[in-house]
């Protein structure tokens, strides 16, 4: 969620239970690395010893991250150990609809993936609603039509309205002192309510039960104790404590969805409300938050005219999808670009279109610094494998390396690299094979259509060709 809601950098920092301050990537790292090892260790108790270049890793993340989320991740799993060379990064709505269409293919609902059809997978997970539109091709390939888009709507969002109540309950106080001197007994909560959340049903008469601390809740309640604390709280009709559980009234125990449902249901017609959505007939759910009958319900009530799927054990479609998508990489054959993308460059000074506070000398001319040259619009349909050419020219004698730095900006109209609405994205450096005095030329070919964007250098001098990706600042 952090990686959603904040840049990534590489100096970013994670606050644990006790507020204490980690690097983020080695926190990544280190999570990363456990999965890593559990997986060999589990195919060497079968009898399969593996290379690394034997392995081929997938990681998924959410279509709604930013560039710079995803090179963090990258970095982390290259942390821990996973060659980089076989590494795939997947968008999660992608590897869910894969998994989808093959899932339905000898289903009744086989139709609803039929060559031509548009649907829109909506990935509700813990923290997000991830959601993306794309149109069935033949051969079980499909592509993007609309940018990806979401919101922190996911499951958690039920949680932390359980909490607020809680936390109304207690008081500021007695909350803190829960969090942070009966941590563990605050995570068992945390657990049972996640559990008791799965089986709230629209139609639910008998009260939820949660199992809940109370050794804990009364000695932070003092005398009065957690039960008596209850019963005089504002809550006192809709819930009760009995027999070490905390019972909610049915209708209470729906009421915690309101918000969330609303904000994805929102967010969906936002989506269906762009032009590239107008014809979009299935909606697609998956994750483990898509369980959640209340939360389909709601969906189907509000999108009535269109055909609304949830695959059996949606929780593992992303998971399943992965597996797939690392053999098919290319099953997706367009994408759309989530932002503006360019290139900072040094163009000569024109003082009807430049700033004068941009004006530099640079070898004896006037030049305009950071200008942002446009490589590819927002919103830019790109076929996977289709390149930007730049030409890139070492400046010194023996020159080592070449930087390629690349912007991003919410605007085409975009004029300067240090403009409130743009941003670097990320760098990397081009080794030039064998420096001489001479200036070299290399050939940049920026790839937009993928799941991260790659950029293949060739000297033009050598003809040797390198493929990278970018790195954060």
């Given at each position: 969620?952090?990686?959603?809601?904040?840049?990534?950098?590489?100096?970013?920092?994670?606050?644990?239970?006790?507020?204490?301050?980690?690097?983020?990537?080695?926190?990544?790292?280190?999570?990363?690395?456990?999965?890593?090892?559990?997986?060999?260790?589990?195919?060497?108790?079968?009898?399969?010893?593996?290379?690394?270049?034997?392995?081929?890793?997938?990681?998924?993340?959410?279509?709604?991250?930013?560039?710079?989320?995803?090179?963090?991740?990258?970095?982390?799993?290259?942390?821990?150990?996973?060659?980089?060379?076989?590494?795939?990064?997947?968008?999660?709505?992608?590897?869910?609809?894969?998994?989808?269409?093959?899932?339905?293919?000898?289903?009744?609902?086989?139709?609803?993936?039929?060559?031509?059809?548009?649907?829109?997978?909506?990935?509700?997970?813990?923290?997000?609603?991830?959601?993306?539109?794309?149109?069935?091709?033949?051969?079980?390939?499909?592509?993007?039509?609309?940018?990806?888009?979401?919101?922190?709507?996911?499951?958690?969002?039920?949680?932390?309205?359980?909490?607020?109540?809680?936390?109304s309950i207690l008081g500021a106080?007695?909350?803190?002192?829960?969090?942070?001197?009966?941590?563990?007994?605050?995570?068992?909560?945390?657990?049972?309510?996640?559990?008791?959340?799965?089986?709230?049903?629209?139609?639910?008469?008998?009260?939820?039960?949660?199992?809940?601390?109370?050794?804990?809740?009364?000695?932070i309640c003092g005398d009065d104790?957690?039960?008596?604390?209850?019963?005089?709280?504002?809550?006192?009709?809709?819930?009760?404590?009995?027999?070490?559980?905390?019972?909610?009234?049915?209708?209470?125990?729906?009421?915690?969805?309101?918000?969330?449902?609303?904000?994805?249901?929102?967010?969906?017609?936002?989506?269906?409300?762009?032009?590239?959505?107008?014809?979009?007939?299935?909606?697609?759910?998956?994750?483990?938050?898509?369980?959640?009958?209340?939360?389909?319900?709601?969906?189907?009530?509000?999108?009535?005219?269109?055909?609304?799927?949830?695959?059996?054990?949606?929780?593992?479609?992303?998971?399943?999808?992965?597996?797939?998508?690392?053999?098919?990489?290319?099953?997706?054959?367009?994408?759309?670009?989530?932002?503006?993308?360019?290139?900072?460059?040094?163009?000569?000074?024109?003082?009807?279109?430049?700033?004068?506070?941009?004006?530099?000398?640079?070898?004896?001319?006037?030049?305009?610094?950071?200008?942002?040259?446009?490589?590819?619009?927002?919103?830019?349909?790109?076929?996977?494998?289709?390149?930007?050419?730049?030409?890139?020219?070492?400046?010194?004698?023996?020159?080592?390396?070449?930087?390629?730095?690349?912007?991003?900006?919410?605007?085409?109209?975009?004029?300067?690299?240090?403009?409130?609405?743009?941003?670097?994205?990320?760098?990397?450096?081009?080794?030039?094979?064998?420096?001489?005095?001479?200036?070299?030329?290399?050939?940049?070919?920026?790839?937009?259509?993928?799941?991260?964007?790659?950029?293949?250098?060739?000297?033009?001098?050598?003809?040797?060709?390198?493929?990278?990706?970018?790195?954060?600042?």
């Amino acid at each position: 969620m952090e990686l959603y809601v904040r840049k990534a950098h590489s100096n970013m920092k994670l606050k644990d239970i006790h507020g204490i301050e980690h690097a983020a990537i080695d926190v990544f790292t280190q999570s990363i690395g456990a999965l890593r090892q559990s997986c060999l260790s589990t195919l060497k108790n079968q009898g399969y010893e593996l290379e690394d270049d034997e392995i081929k890793w997938c990681l998924t993340v959410p279509a709604i991250w930013t560039d710079e989320a995803k090179i963090f991740m990258r970095t982390s799993c290259e942390k821990a150990g996973i060659p980089s060379y076989r590494l795939v990064i997947a968008l999660e709505p992608e590897v869910a609809s894969l998994y989808c269409q093959i899932w339905f293919a000898e289903s009744e609902k086989k139709s609803a993936f039929r060559p031509h059809t548009k649907c829109l997978v909506v990935d509700l997970g813990g923290g997000t609603a991830d959601i993306s539109g794309h149109e069935i091709l033949k051969k079980g390939l499909f592509k993007e039509i609309c940018k990806s888009t979401g919101n922190k709507c996911g499951g958690t969002c039920v949680d932390k309205e359980f909490f607020n109540v809680l936390h109304s309950i207690l008081g500021a106080d007695r909350m803190d002192t829960f969090k942070t001197k009966y941590e563990t007994d605050y995570l068992d909560l945390q657990h049972s309510f996640e559990s008791a959340k799965r089986i709230i049903t629209r139609n639910e008469t008998d009260k939820v039960n949660i199992q809940v601390p109370i050794s804990a809740l009364d000695k932070i309640c003092g005398d009065d104790g957690f039960l008596k604390i209850v019963q005089n709280s504002e809550y006192s009709d809709r819930i009760t404590i009995e027999s070490g559980k905390m019972r909610l009234a049915p209708d209470f125990a729906r009421s915690l969805f309101i918000k969330s449902s609303e904000s994805i249901i929102l967010k969906i017609e936002s989506v269906l409300n762009q032009n590239e959505a107008a014809n979009i007939s299935v909606l697609l759910l998956v994750g483990g938050f898509s369980e959640s009958e209340i939360v389909q319900d709601k969906i189907r009530q509000a999108f009535s005219k269109r055909t609304v799927i949830t695959p059996k054990d949606p929780t593992l479609a992303v998971l399943k999808g992965a597996v797939l998508f690392g053999h098919q990489p290319d099953v997706v054959t367009t994408r759309i670009t989530q932002f503006a993308y360019g290139r900072k460059i040094k163009p000569i000074f024109d003082k009807k279109q430049h700033e004068e506070r941009k004006r530099v000398l640079v070898d004896g001319e006037m030049r305009c610094d950071g200008v942002f040259e446009l490589l590819v619009k927002s919103g830019t349909s790109v076929p996977i494998g289709k390149n930007i050419s730049k030409l890139y020219h070492t400046i010194n004698k023996n020159q080592e390396k070449i930087r390629v730095a690349l912007y991003k900006s919410c605007s085409d109209d975009t004029k300067y690299i240090d403009d409130e609405d743009c941003s670097l994205v990320g760098e990397c450096f081009i080794t030039v094979p064998n420096p001489c005095e001479q200036k070299r030329t290399v050939k940049v070919e920026f790839e937009f259509g993928d799941t991260e964007i790659f950029i293949t250098a060739t000297d033009k001098n050598t003809k040797e060709v390198s493929k990278e990706t970018f790195r954060l600042e």
